[in-house]
């Protein structure tokens, strides 16, 4: 079993302020207009150029531009969370749990241990990020974490009695009808676009791709982690930031893929395959993968007595919990706060209009 939580959205909300200095510290007149500011979180400004800036980042690759409706959509999805993102900073900061630099610093020198000064350069160049607007994502991120840990995951609680509860009614769940494997993969594919990670170098075509993969079997092959270049390097967004992880796959779904069975029919658990052709649809080469073999889990019955029983348990408690609890948090946090969306107002106000 595996769970996860989705993919997280990198969000850098800017807060700009200006003084002038004459003797005194005086006014400025030069702060941004009243139609550049689409939304106040107690008062603290979001300015439309930031709405503009991750507007632009998702929809680069479009192939041609989003309808009205979808654009107005998008702009107001990205503006939320703006507005829930800045919500959850005024509450760091009013709790003092804002990221330190020296916690910003170390989380930066994870990101850069893979590459070169050069290397590491030219992927924020990519990205259009300059090394403070990421030392901002960086920061952001890990003073939300800090706040949900805090708030949220503090006061879960998981029982021995919830897991013999859960596993006594659920035991179906437990009683596997066939063998099943329990992998992680390393997927390169061969169409233009741009993954969610800082590190990833993403193939745009077949040629970079079958380099790209052949580049990563090659560090596999020289003893370097499958998961930390899973993270690195997969462009599988749901599954990178699990170290590849996708979880127990039953084993007449590999026989369905000849390839794929081959491959993993013959691996031994820490063993990880050959480069494999990844095709979808059938016929159709989409991009090359690398999988490894955790292990192998028999068919019949799993006791409560399984450790991996009561971890998998345990982790499906928590985590819905936390959906449930996080849910609510956002909800009595935005109560307590005074938003103003003045962006959906003109839409609303507006509908054909669109800016």
């Not at 179906?172 to 800082?198: C, R, W």
Request: proline fraction near 5%; charged fraction near 30%.
């Amino acid at each position: 079993m595996s769970f996860r939580n989705p993919p997280k959205l990198l969000i850098v909300v800017c807060t700009l302020a200006c003084a002038a200095t004459y003797l005194t510290i005086t006014s400025c007149n030069n702060g941004p207009k009243d139609d550049d500011v689409v939304a106040k979180v107690n008062g603290e400004k979001i300015l439309r150029s930031e709405v503009d800036k991750y507007y632009n980042n998702q929809t680069a690759n479009s192939p041609q531009a989003l309808p009205q409706e979808q654009a107005c959509t998008l702009r107001l999805s990205i503006l939320k969370q703006l507005i829930d993102d800045e919500i959850m900073m005024q509450r760091a900061r009013k709790l003092g749990l804002l990221a330190t630099d020296e916690e910003v610093d170390a989380k930066l020198n994870d990101f850069k241990a893979p590459y070169t000064q050069e290397e590491f350069d030219k992927q924020l160049k990519d990205r259009n990020l300059s090394l403070d607007e990421f030392k901002k994502d960086l920061r952001r991120n890990l003073t939300m974490d800090k706040v949900r840990n805090k708030e949220i995951s503090s006061k879960i609680a998981i029982s021995d009695a919830d897991i013999s509860n859960y596993y006594n009614e659920h035991k179906s769940e437990f009683n596997l009808i066939e063998p099943e494997y329990h992998m992680a993969q390393i997927l390169v594919t061969v169409f233009k676009g741009q993954v969610d990670n800082l590190r990833n170098d993403k193939a745009q075509n077949e040629t970079e791709a079958r380099k790209k993969v052949q580049m990563i079997k090659q560090r596999l092959e020289s003893g370097e982690d499958f998961a930390t270049l899973a993270m690195n390097y997969s462009e599988q967004p749901d599954t990178s930031p699990n170290g590849g992880d996708i979880g127990f796959i039953p084993e007449s779904s590999f026989k369905s893929d000849p390839q794929m069975w081959g491959a993993v029919s013959k691996l031994k658990a820490g063993q990880d395959s050959e480069i494999i052709p990844y095709n979808d649809p059938p016929g159709r080469l989409a991009g090359f993968r690398i999988v490894k073999l955790i292990s192998r889990e028999v068919a019949g019955q799993r006791d409560l007595a399984d450790p991996r029983v009561q971890a998998a348990v345990r982790q499906k408690l928590r985590d819905s919990r936390e959906q449930m609890l996080k849910t609510a948090y956002y909800e009595v946090i935005r109560n307590q706060t005074k938003v103003e969306n003045s962006l959906a107002e003109d839409m609303l106000n507006n509908p054909g209009v669109c800016k």
